[in-house]
């Protein structure tokens, strides 16, 4: 019904920049919230950013003032601009989204497949 296409994870050095970007694509009437999760080994999935549909934001405590995530609704897009990184903030990086999907017109909620950020010292 939905498919999510991740992009723009990879190897970077402390206090460089990332810019990841998630597109959705098919059976899709609109989206609502948008966000990212990351992920470690061991560890829970936890939210680093979430966009809502008025374009209000909320960040995690460890990402506020480095990372920002916007939203292009005209191409169902979400990003999440991140500087400063850290070594911290290695992980595996999935987008997650809110969506009314045509073929039922009910909500629905999807994850991208996931892009590894990985950041040394």
């Known amino acids: 019904q939905v498919q999510l296409v991740e992009s723009g994870g990879g190897l970077v050095q402390a206090g460089g920049s990332l810019r990841l970007s998630c597109a959705a694509s098919?059976?899709?009437?609109?989206?609502?919230?948008m966000g990212w999760y990351r992920q470690v080994p061991g560890s829970k999935r936890e939210l680093v950013a979430i966009?809502?549909?008025?374009?209000?934001?909320n960040y995690a405590s460890t990402v506020k003032g480095r990372f920002t995530i916007s939203r292009d609704n005209a191409n169902n897009t979400v990003y999440l601009q991140m500087n400063s990184l850290k070594p911290e903030d290695t992980a595996v990086y999935y987008c997650?989204?809110?969506?009314?999907?045509?073929?039922?017109?009910?909500?629905?909620?999807?994850w991208g497949q996931g892009t590894q950020v990985t950041v040394s010292s």
């Open positions: 098919g059976s899709i009437f609109s989206i609502n919230n």
């Open positions: 966009v809502f549909t008025g374009g209000s934001t």
């Open positions: 997650n989204i809110d969506v009314i999907v045509r073929d039922d017109w009910k909500g629905h909620n999807y």
